[in-house]
Nanobody, 118 residues
Framework: VQLQASGGGLVQAGDSLRLSCAAS????????MGWFRQAPGNERDFVAH????????SYADSVKGRFTISRDKAKNTVYLQMTSLKPEDTAVYYC????????????WGQGTLVTVSS
């Protein structure tokens, strides 16, 4: 399984950015696709997840109402639409896959850097 994250960059506070995660190597039926982030000196934190089959979503409180996760089954791609970005959103963002909601994330992408300037 390969997860290829892209779309990071340098933006200003209040801007929007969309991250993509191209998934390949297997079918993702029943999988949960997640986005995590890690700021310098911090642990990796959960951002959002979406279930592949039904598209059910969940968000960390810190991004609720500003970020939207979605998946395109035809393109095997997961997106993270980020709006109203804040400097505290600066981090390396990783996409990941788990076999179910109760399973650990076992497949990880390489990360894409998002920097939000004030």
């Amino acid at each position: 399984v390969q997860l290829q994250a892209s779309g990071g960059g340098l933006v200003q506070a209040g801007d929007s950015l969309r991250l993509s995660c191209a998934a390949s190597g297997r079918t993702f039926t029943n999988y949960v696709m997640g986005w995590f982030r890690q700021a310098p000196g911090n642990e990796r934190d959960f951002v959002a997840h979406v279930t592949w089959n039904l598209g059910t979503t969940s968000y960390a409180d810190s991004v609720k109402g500003r970020f939207t996760i979605s998946r395109d089954k035809a393109k095997n791609t997961v997106y993270l639409q980020m709006t109203s970005l804040k400097p505290e959103d600066t981090a390396v963002y990783y996409c990941a896959a788990a076999r179910s909601l109760s399973a650990n994330y076992i497949f990880w992408g390489q990360g894409t850097l998002v920097t939000v300037s004030s």
